[in-house]
């Protein structure tokens, strides 16, 4: 399985990013995915995942009513949706099956 990000980038606190994550070499649909993330210095962190169709997220405790997961199947793409961005956000940000897959991330950086 090979998994793509992009969509980071530099945003100002209370700024908002989107994720994409596109997955080949695999029937995607019948993946769960997650997002993971690794601040500099620091171990991953579970984001947030979602099941294969889409029908139940879950999210970490300090992202929840900000972040929002989602995956289009047709397009073999998994997205997160990034509002209300704080500092302590900022982290490489990873795409993951729950089989072990991982990305090479997407560096999101919130500073002012």
């Known amino acids: 399985v090979q998994l793509v990000e992009s969509g980071g980038g530099l945003v100002r606190p209370g700024g908002s990013l989107r994720l994409s994550c596109t997955a080949s070499?695999?029937?995607?649909?019948?993946?769960?995915m997650n997002w993971v993330r690794q601040a500099l210095g620091k171990g991953p962190e579970w984001v947030s995942g979602i099941n294969t169709g889409g029908t139940n997220t879950y999210y970490l405790d300090s992202v929840k009513g900000r972040f929002t997961i989602s995956r289009d199947n047709a397009a073999n793409t998994l997205y997160l949706q990034m509002n209300s961005l704080l500092s302590e956000d900022t982290a490489l940000y990873y795409c993951?099956?729950?089989?072990?897959?991982w990305g090479q991330g997407t560096q999101v950086t919130v500073s002012s």
């Open positions: 070499g695999a029937t995607f649909g019948s993946l769960e």
């Open positions: 993951a099956t729950t089989l072990g897959y």
